[in-house]
């Protein structure tokens, strides 16, 4: 748009100039200057510069699906696949200690009236020292699993990431967002959907 404004300022001072210059040579002959009864540029060519400067041309973005790339590309199910395993192995090792707990819990409570006092704060020591364990194991279970993710994650969105700039390079897109954040786009604003792009990209690496 600069361009077209810096035209029509040259013409305005352009014509100012001849006006002076006119006036100036008229003087200089002793002559009163002459003011022409006419502006020698129209106004409607001025208006069609500044026209064509409203026109701008459409704005190129795309956007992606995060869920159907996680969905749909062979590396968001590898690493689904491989976080589903970690889950079940590690639930299953939960409920077998869960297991264990409980039965060493009957055994406890049923050999509570046959021992002293002493015998069952030890037993009682002992048993809540093994619930301890067991709490902290499911809570070291769920940190493991959640770095897993994050670590999914994290190498999953860098993939997509690389996969759009590479595609806004190719396409000649302004912007890559992604899809959800999208709210409102403007008449001058041509959106495309990238999604399966950004998928046979990453699945080629």
Same mark, same amino acid.
């Given at each position: 748009?600069?361009?077209?404004?810096?035209?029509?300022?040259? %013409?305005?001072?352009?014509?100012?100039?001849?006006? &002076?210059?006119?006036?100036?040579?008229?003087? %200089?002959?002793?002559?009163?200057?002459?003011?022409? *009864?006419?502006?020698?540029?129209?106004?409607?060519?001025?208006?069609?510069?500044?026209? *064509?400067?409203?026109? +701008?041309?459409?704005?190129?973005?795309?956007?992606?699906?995060? *869920?159907?790339?996680?969905?749909?590309?062979?590396?968001?199910?590898?690493?689904?696949?491989?976080?589903?395993?970690? $889950?079940?192995?590690? +639930?299953? +090792?939960?409920?077998?200690?869960?297991?264990?707990?409980?039965?060493?819990?009957?055994?406890?409570?049923?050999?509570?009236?046959?021992?002293?006092?002493? &015998?069952?704060?030890? /037993?009682? $020591?002992? =048993? +809540?020292?093994?619930?301890?364990?067991?709490?902290?194991?499911?809570?070291?279970? @769920?940190? &493991? !699993?959640?770095? !897993?993710?994050?670590? =999914?994650?994290?190498?999953?969105? /860098? %993939?997509?990431?690389?996969?759009?700039?590479?595609? @806004?390079?190719?396409? @000649?897109?302004?912007?890559?967002?992604?899809?959800?954040?999208?709210?409102?786009?403007?008449?001058?604003?041509? %959106?495309?959907?990238?999604?399966?792009?950004?998928? $046979?990209?990453?699945?080629?690496?």
């Amino acid at each position: 748009m600069k361009r077209p404004i810096r035209c029509i300022l040259f %013409a305005l001072l352009a014509c100012s100039l001849a006006v &002076q210059v006119g006036a100036e040579e008229n003087s %200089a002959a002793g002559k009163p200057a002459a003011v022409p *009864a006419t502006p020698q540029i129209p106004a409607a060519p001025l208006q069609k510069p500044s026209e *064509a400067a409203v026109v +701008q041309q459409p704005t190129h973005l795309g956007h992606v699906d995060l *869920a159907r790339i996680a969905a749909e590309s062979e590396t968001g199910k590898a690493g689904q696949a491989k976080m589903t395993d970690l $889950k079940k192995k590690l +639930q299953g +090792q939960i409920e077998a200690k869960q297991k264990q707990l409980e039965k060493q819990k009957s055994a406890i409570e049923s050999k509570l009236k046959t021992l002293a006092p002493a &015998q069952r704060e030890a /037993k009682a $020591k002992e =048993f +809540q020292k093994k619930v301890e364990d067991f709490q902290k194991f499911v809570q070291n279970a @769920g940190k &493991q !699993m959640q770095e !897993m993710e994050m670590e =999914f994650a994290d190498k999953l969105f /860098k %993939a997509i990431e690389q996969a759009s700039a590479d595609l @806004g390079k190719a396409k @000649g897109l302004a912007l890559v967002v992604i899809k959800r954040e999208l709210l409102y786009l403007g008449s001058g604003v041509d %959106a495309q959907d990238v999604t399966d792009d950004v998928i $046979k990209k990453i699945d080629k690496k």
